[in-house]
Every structure is written in C-alpha cells, then in structure tokens.
C-alpha cells in the first residue's frame, strides 16, 4: 500500500504580475506517495500540470533557505515538510507574509539582504594576527556562546513570523538581529560596538515586543526571539556605559 | 522592459489570523487589567489617607458584585501573564552555564514557578498569623 498513488488538492496563491491586478488562488490536484515532500508536489505541479507557477529552491534538505513558503497560514520549508500530514485535507500555499511578491510563490528579499549587509556578518578581528602568529584560537566554551545563532540559513521564515515586520519593515527583523548577535558574541570579534549602533537604534531590538513567534517557526532552532530580547539587555547596559563612561571627541 | 510590480499584501486584522498571534494580543491585553486593578487599589489607598468613613466606603464598594466580578478577571488576566512571562523569560535571561552544560530553558521556567509558590505561600503565612 506504501506505494498506493493518492491526490491532494494543492491551492497556491498565484500572482503574475504581467495580467494580474491582485493575487488569486489556483488549485491543482497532486498524485503523491508517502515520501513526497511539499517541494516535490510543486515540482510535480510545474512539470505535469502548470509550467507557469514560480517557486525558488535549491538543495531539497533543509540547508540552502530558498524554498520557505506559508504552507496553510505557517511559514515552513516546503522541503522539510511532507504532502502526507496534510492529506486528506487540502494544502493552502502561499508567498512568504510581510515581504513583496514578485511573482507566484517568490518574494523580493532585497531589504533582507540590505540589513543583513549593514551588520558586517563576518569576522572583524580585534587585532588582526599575521600570518606567523598563526590562527585566531578559540576554546570550546567561547564557541558555546554563539553556535546556536551561528545555524541561520537566511531562510527569512523568521521575517514571515514576525508581525511587527510586517507592520514596519523598516524594524531590523529577528533573523539579522541573531546574526548580529552570533557576531558580536564571538570571542574573536572586535566589531560589536560598530554593531551595537544597530541594535540600540529605532529599528534595532526595541522594535521587538516579543511575539515569539520567529523562534517557533525556525527550522535551524536559531532562537532569534532569544538573540533580540537578550541585546535588549545589552542595549540597556551599553546606555548606561556610555553614560558613565563619556569618550569620543571631546574638547581637547 | 521590465513588468516588474512587487505586490504588497495588507497587514489589515493580522492578529486574528493565526492562533499564535492571538494569544500574544491576549497576553498583551491583560496589562489593562493590570492598570485598573492598579487605578482601584490607589483609590483605595487615598481613601485610607482621607479617614474612617472614606475606608469604610471603599471597603464597602469593593463587595459590589461588579467590583468581585472584575477582580476574578482581573486574577485570571494575571496568571495568563504569568504564565505566558514564566514561558517566554528564558528569552530574555543570558546563556547560564553550569559546569560545561547549558542551563536548559525549562529549569529558568521552573524555577520561576517555584519562586511565585514560595513568595504566596510566605504571604499566605503572613496574612493568616496577622
């Protein structure tokens, strides 16, 4: 019975932007077997059935961050979930919330990679080290303190939780906001008071209330909701240190 | 050419769309229990300021069914905060690290409750020795 073909109604929220004023709802009807993931329908769908429905993916395992879509109201990977758990009841899929669609199942991520390029994610080292001194060392017990934060796949789905975004796109978002944490929590890393700049801003962590949805939906077990509310405390202790301790271009 | 036109979907009743999202305006809402519970015990407050008869009144007042009625609701308001703060608060603690181990988010939970259980049962103690 395993291989027994069944069919599930897959509605996607279609939208072309060439013919259509406001996105609609198109259903297809998808033979599937147990093994199938919702990616796999949608490929299904654009080489049997439709050829004209836009979706972005890649590695098909959960590693890439291209294929996050709503699947009935929740963002999810649709390679990291299967057409099974839905079946007999109909799948409802939908371009990721709060981002712009460009076509069908595609968003414009531009403002994504924009904030993600403000932060600087990468390594800025303290003191940069010559050749001859080797590399930058690190105990195990340093690496703790960033590795969660350090699994984010950019997969936006994050973005698509979180509703303060979608009210103010100009908030920072809680997937940026872990990555910076991931960096400035790095022992090796000597950036973070360039980056704390973001976090104490308008649209830095006080753009959060906690929803706590992002961490729910986090495929990668990120905790972005975790790496916000946490630099709210930062911000707040950084305040008072720039308070007591004044420095900068003072009148000399 | 470009027939590029990024559509823009209405955040319009958003919070109703998702059970999530409901209880977090639910737990959001129970902070105006919470400011007139507060508003009610200053008033009792001033009126144990202003003498006898003024406390009496208020004493009196706080026995009308509509004021036993609000501050049930009010009571339940703050457990569902409560709750919902013991749940969501190992967010906002730093990483706690014991030994080599992480302290799990569950036990900065538990350990809250356990604190609320010991600070009510003191209090509990207080008001029956009074």
Known sequence: ?252 | MTTRKPYIRSMQGWWLKNTFYKKYMIREATSIFAAIYALILLEGLMALASGAAAWNDWLVSMRSPVAVIFHLLALAAAIYHTITWFAVSPKVAPNIIIGKQKVPAVAITALQYAIAAILYLTLLWVALSI
């Open chain 1, 1 to 252: 019975m395993a291989d027994a073909k069944k069919t599930i109604e897959i509605e996607i929220l279609r939208y072309r932007p060439d013919q259509d004023q406001e996105p609609v709802w198109q259903s297809y009807q998808v033979p599937f077997t147990d093994d199938m993931s919702v990616l796999q329908g949608l490929q299904y769908i654009k080489d049997h059935l439709d050829g004209t429905v836009s979706f972005r993916w890649s590695c098909r395992m959960a590693i890439c961050g291209s294929c996050g879509m709503m699947i009935n109201n929740k963002p999810m990977l649709s390679c990291k979930t299967f057409l099974r758990e839905f079946y007999p009841a109909k799948i409802q899929i939908e371009a990721m919330r709060h981002l712009p669609i460009e076509k069908d199942l595609i968003v414009n991520i531009d403002d994504f990679i924009g904030k993600l390029e403000s932060i600087k994610p990468y390594i800025i080292p303290k003191a940069a080290r010559s050749l001859e001194q080797g590399e930058y060392l690190q105990t195990p017990a340093q690496r703790d303190k960033y590795e969660q934060f350090s699994s984010c796949i950019n997969c936006l789905l994050c973005y698509a939780a979180c509703p303060q975004y979608g009210l103010n796109p100009e908030f920072t978002g809680p997937g940026v906001l872990a990555l910076l944490h991931r960096y400035n929590a790095d022992s090796r890393d000597g950036a973070s008071a360039e980056r704390m700049a973001v976090v104490n801003a308008d649209t830095g962590v006080w753009g959060c209330t906690l929803v706590g949805y992002c961490s729910e939906v986090c495929p990668k077990q990120v905790d972005p909701a975790a790496a916000v509310n946490r630099n709210k405390v930062n911000s707040t202790l950084d305040y008072f240190y720039r308070m007591l301790i004044p420095k900068g271009e003072a009148s000399e």
